[in-house]
């Protein structure tokens, strides 16, 4: 399989550079050198970063997304025993998912984390997840993503917890906006009150495969009583949207904005690939 770019509408040089890329990248390249790229680059905090639109799989349809992040600089000290500050972490993620029907996606993430820092790298648990989506209508799409898994001592003090993430936005073809008002549950500990932790998503078409804009993520504390402005999580991404293909990267640069949380940070995310085709020794 090729690479297939619309370059309509891009200048000169950049179609130049796009056009070499659709004729000289096969999946086998394209795949080694982003590989190559995140693991030799210290390019992450624990998991996924990401916001929910009107992505979901075709019926029958097996995927893999690959999730890289990177902590620049965050914080340094353990919040409780058995903690690995975030500082340094680079998580890669291997996200697997299948197209049960037209409104159902089922999936698995397998996490590692390695310490940039100390030079460890640990495989962390995995989390199951089923989001319902209904994007018949991309003007109006909405959902609910489920999630449940393990979760290491050196990343929270919950050793199971589970998500319940809406999903809702508009798509114009210029426009997305996607907003997620996630809850985070544990359920391994005493404290039973969801964490209400949002986000929010907002780009802007700016060449025929390109969207840029921004993304904020928000963890402002349990239900029951939200953490006062100072001390609740808000972390902004500038974010950019490629499409290249059947392949779509995803990068961004974020900036935690109070005391909880990390200073800068760095996401990658490659989405689109074909897990079945990768099995198959002709496409390579």
Known sequence: MRMWIDTKACPKIIKSILLWMQES?????????????????????????????????????????MHSNYVINGRKQADYNGELPPDGQLA??????????????????????????????????????????????????????????????????QLVGMELRPIIGRYTGDWLIAFNPTLELDLSGSNQMPVFAPALKVTHQVLDNIHVGFEHYADVGSLDHFSSGSQ??????????????????????????????????????????PFTELLNPHHW
Not at 106 to 135: E, F, H, Q, S
Not at 237 to 265: F, K
């Open 232 to 273: 609740q999580n808000h972390t902004t991404y500038l974010v950019s949207d490629v499409s290249l293909g059947d392949y779509r990267l995803h990068v961004g640069i974020g900036h935690g904005w109070t005391s909880p949380s990390d200073e800068w940070m760095l996401k990658f995310i490659l989405g689109g690939i």
């Open 92 to 157: 890669f993620t291997g996200e697997f998912s299948y197209g049960w029907s037209k409104h159902i996606e089922l999936g698995l993430y397998v996490p590692m984390t390695i310490n940039t820092n100390t030079a460890t790298t640990t495989m962390d648990y995995a989390k199951a997840r089923v989001k319902w989506l209904n994007a018949d209508d991309p003007k109006l799409f909405y959902g609910l993503n489920t999630e449940i898994g393990l979760v290491p001592k050196r990343h929270s003090e």
């Open 25 to 65: 990248f096969s999946i086998k390249t394209f795949l080694i050198l982003l590989i190559v790229g995140l693991t030799s680059f210290p390019v992450a905090a624990y998991d996924e970063i990401q916001v929910y639109d009107m992505s979901i799989n075709q019926p029958e349809q097996f995927a893999l997304e």
